[in-house]
């Protein structure tokens, strides 16, 4: 496991398809077993999807190891996601050195975020 530990990546999301769904649980799970790093997806919507049909497949697939998974939902009937706001009130729920805007739509090789996290810790005396 590569120690990200002074790393928060936060997540905002509407679950509102199934390819979503699928993205959000291999992103996660790619992340959670590759990085000692925390991870907050914030999920803003009518209701949860995560909690029923997210959080099994990821327990199937990594066991209880969520230890640094957080999970918050707002429940909003807004049709407008307003992605900046959500980012705004998570990051004042990290206390890292370094917080990842991530999308749960992509994924990069390893190295990728090791460099790019470094190159941000660098900067700091």
């Known amino acids: 496991m590569i120690d990200l530990k002074n790393c928060t ?6 679950i509102e398809s199934e390819d979503r769904m699928r993205n959000v649980i291999t992103v996660l799970c790619y992340l959670l077993e590759n990085f000692d790093t925390k991870v907050i997806l914030k999920e803003v919507d009518v209701e949860s999807v995560f909690q029923e049909a997210v959080l099994p497949q990821i327990k199937e697939y990594l066991g209880d190891a969520l230890n640094n998974l957080t999970h918050v939902f707002e429940k909003s009937d807004d049709p407008v996601f307003y992605r900046m706001k959500i980012l705004n009130e998570m990051i004042d729920m990290t ?10 739509d992509v994924l990069f090789k390893k190295e990728t975020y090791v460099k790019s996290v470094k190159m941000i810790m660098d900067g700091f005396d």
């Open 9 to 14: 990546f936060i997540i905002p999301v509407r």
């Open 95 to 104: 206390d890292t050195h370094v917080v990842a805007n991530y999308d749960c």
